[in-house]
């Protein structure tokens, strides 16, 4: 795969990015209460794959 510098092509396209404002909150992927996982914020790219056993072998 070829590197790409996306700061130089912004500028090429004449492209300025705002400064992302700071977070009010701290935020985590997942927690655990008691024997449950709760995950907030991750999306699945193939749905076929998010029910199988060896997708949650490695949780």
């Known amino acids: 795969m070829k590197n ?3 700061d130089k ?3 090429e396209l004449g ?3 705002p400064t992302p404002p700071k977070a009010y909150f701290s935020y985590v992927p997942a927690i655990i209460s ?3 996982l709760y ?4 999306s699945v790219l ?4 998010f029910a199988t ?5 490695r949780v």
Do not use: H, K
């Not at 056993?53 to 072998?57: C, V």
């Open 4 to 6: 790409f510098d996306y």
């Open 9 to 11: 092509r912004l500028a």
């Open 15 to 17: 492209i300025v990015l």
């Open 34 to 36: 008691g024997n449950q």
């Open 39 to 42: 995950i907030s914020g991750n």
């Open 46 to 49: 193939r749905m076929e794959s």
């Open 53 to 57: 056993r060896e997708s949650w072998a």
